[in-house]
């Protein structure tokens, strides 16, 4: 099986959901995964899962929140599938730090992308391909309106965002 990367929505921002990655590389390493290493402090995991991806995912959450009392969605992704999701971005990158791939935890109903895709968030951009958000933020995603909270509510899926940069960093990293 080739390797995955492997992304915990929300850990160690804001002082909130403290978890060190030598703890998040042993963790993953308890529960089967090999070739394991992480990037940054934000909670990327890139590792060759034992067995099934979405069956390893649902263990990595139960472990951490186990050891750490927290939950938090764990959302693997195959490199190609990365790729494939930046090769689709709709939009202009002006910025890497401005455009964002928000991977969801499931494709969210129509309706919802819909009536999501009718809202405004200012200038930023947004749209929903497959079990992807993207965004062009317009002054960068910590001023914006456009939060995991009011992702969540509209889609009816949670997700968790890294910047263009960091997707071809971790795509490189994993390939």
Known sequence: MARRVVLIRAINVGGTAKLPMADLREIAASLGASDVS?????GNL???PPGDPAR???????AIEARFGFF??????????????????????IDEKFSYLYPL???????????FAARSFGDDRFAVIGDNLHIRYAGGAGTSTLTPPAIARALGVTGTGRNLRTVAKLIALAG
């Open 38 to 42: 992480t990037y940054i402090a934000s």
């Open 46 to 48: 890139l590792c060759v």
């Open 56 to 62: 390893f995912d649902r263990a990595l959450e139960s």
């Open 72 to 93: 938090r969605e764990v959302i693997s992704r195959s490199v190609s599938e990365l790729e494939t999701a930046v090769a689709a971005h709709p939009f202009e990158v």
């Open 105 to 115: 935890t499931a494709i969210p109903g129509p309706e919802r992308v819909r009536d």
